[in-house]
Nanobody, 124 residues
Framework: QVQLVESGGGLVQAGGSLRLSCAAS????????MGWFRQSPGMEREFVSA????????NYSDSVKGRFTISRDNTKNTVYLQMNSLKPEDTAVYYC?????????????????WGQGTQVTVSS
């Protein structure tokens, strides 16, 4: 069974940075596409970023492109989301998720495993 545990969230002022981590259990991490999503109260879960199994492909939503960077360390079974130049509208619960193939990487329903989420709050 795959378990995903996010960490690194918190309260930061606008313009600041945070680095989220997602640690995965199990031996299938290197065969997994990993994604980051976020959800604000009353809103749909929103795609943020995804990274391929080897890390050679990444993709970002337009709202975070140029500010966020996704990366992974398959030796540590961990995926990261470096968030710079944070804005109040980035405030949300951030979730990491796992799927097998790169197809439909931006669609939340295509991911089979999810972490419990970590809160990110950006004050103005």
């Amino acid at each position: 069974q795959v378990q995903l545990v996010e960490s690194g969230g918190g309260l930061v002022q606008a313009g600041g940075s945070l680095r989220l981590s997602c640690a995965a259990s199990g031996r299938t991490f290197s065969n997994s596409v990993m994604g980051w999503f976020r959800q604000s109260p009353g809103m749909e879960r929103e795609f943020v970023s995804a990274i391929s199994r080897s890390g050679d492909r990444t993709n970002y939503s337009d709202s975070v492109k140029g500010r966020f960077t996704i990366s992974r360390d398959n030796t540590k079974n961990t995926v990261y989301l470096q968030m710079n130049s944070l804005k109040p509208e980035d405030t949300a619960v951030y979730y990491c998720a796992r799927k097998v193939s790169w197809i439909d990487y931006s669609i939340a329903s295509k991911y089979g495993y999810w972490g419990q989420g970590t809160q990110v709050t950006v004050s103005s």
